[in-house]
């Protein structure tokens, strides 16, 4: 269904999915349906906040720049120049700011310890649930030991597991380029990490 | 998926997701378990879409977007203790707020570099905006600014050489 060209001018936006879906919103934007720029911030939001976590960014940075690039697209509503590929413009608009961000500072500590703070703590927990937090743990720090562009692939592989982003999966599943190999080195350093931090892989 | 459904550490066996990407049956899983991890440990925050479609409803589309200047020694505390000062910048234009508590919210104790008499609008959901002008030197104060959700947009006045400007920060939650 997203190989066609469906008159996706003609259609109400609420009734699609995925690529069609977003072109759509799109368009409506531009003339003003704010519902279907409200539709696209809560559709894609998720996705540009894991690409932002993906680079390194801290979670506070991360909202930031969520937010700097809806506002980047809003202002370039009508230069975005292919509707459908709205999501990879979105990719790509993150990773721009993410690294203007970055610059000037030096690399950011690899491991992002502010999110294990919202980890359950295991005070007060029954045996099993501590156990499952040590091996989150153990599994967390290995992947935050990974270059930001294995943390970033593998969130977004994460992510394409689910059903209402197969646009990312359809993304990652193209041949072109060397995603299938750079994926596996991905998933075999963080197995190796996992090995040195003590955790079964 | 919901991580708290899951009985001990391991990965969710024999779970379907909608990725098939011809990985190995180990690598799915591991996957799976780093799936209900990231949902666990770094989950998008609650607000975020509401605060990002608060920051875009925005009247005149033709603005640059500033960054907040942040301390990095308070990444991680942030959201425990809300900041006495607040930075954002853009281009060759500093803006510096220090916050104060008010009967109703906060004071605001503003300067922009380079100076001169822009005016300045602060956004907070719910509330009406609140606007007042800096000086030539660039200061500004407002008495009581509400808490909550909040942006702050900035109309540079036109000076030599430079064109009228308008700049938007990202929301912040004071």
Request: charged share 25%; net charge negative; hydrophobic share 40%.
């Amino acid at each position: 269904m997203s190989d066609g060209q469906p008159p996706f001018e003609d259609v109400d936006w609420r009734e699609l999915t995925g690529y069609e879906r977003h072109a759509a919103c799109l368009i409506a934007a531009r003339v003003g349906d704010m519902k279907a720029l409200d539709a696209l911030v809560a559709d894609l939001t998720p996705l540009i906040w894991y690409v932002a976590r993906g680079q390194g960014l801290d979670r506070t940075t991360a909202e930031d720049v969520v937010q700097t690039v809806w506002l980047t697209l809003l202002r370039n509503l009508h230069s975005v120049a292919e509707p459908r590929a709205l999501a990879n413009w979105l990719i790509i608009t993150t990773r721009r700011e993410a690294s203007r961000i970055r610059g000037g500072r030096d690399r950011v500590d690899p491991l992002p310890d502010d999110a294990m703070e919202l980890l359950p703590s295991a005070e007060g927990l029954p045996e099993v649930e501590t156990l499952r937090s040590d091996r989150d743990r153990i599994l967390w720090r290995a992947f935050g030991q990974l270059p930001y562009e294995c943390q970033e692939l593998l969130r977004l592989t994460v992510l394409a597991g689910r059903a209402e982003y197969d646009y990312v999966a359809e993304k990652l599943r193209m041949p072109r380029g060397s995603i299938g190999p750079k994926r596996g080195r991905c998933i075999k350093r963080l197995r190796g990490y996992l090995d040195e931090e003590g955790g079964m892989s | 998926m919901n991580p708290t459904e899951r009985p001990s550490g391991r990965p969710p066996a024999g779970e379907e997701s909608a990725l098939e990407l011809g990985l190995p049956a180990e690598d799915k899983r591991l996957l799976a378990e780093l799936a209900a991890l990231l949902e666990l440990a770094d989950p998008l925050p609650d607000d975020l879409v509401v605060r990002t479609r608060f920051a875009m409803e925005l009247d005149d589309l033709d603005y640059e977007v500033a960054t907040w200047q942040r301390d990095d020694q308070l990444v991680g505390v942030r959201g425990t203790a809300a900041p006495n000062t607040i930075t954002f910048t853009v281009g060759d234009l500093t803006v510096m707020v220090s916050l104060a508590p008010a009967a109703n919210g906060n004071r605001f104790d503003g300067w922009l570099v380079p100076g001169g008499p822009h005016r300045i609008e602060v956004r907070v959901d719910g509330h009406e905006p609140a606007t007042t002008s800096a000086d030539e030197g660039g200061r500004f104060a407002l008495q009581e600014v509400p808490k909550g959700i909040t942006q702050i947009v900035v109309h540079l006045a036109e000076q030599s050489g430079q064109r009228a400007r308008t700049v938007v920060t990202p929301t912040i939650v004071l």
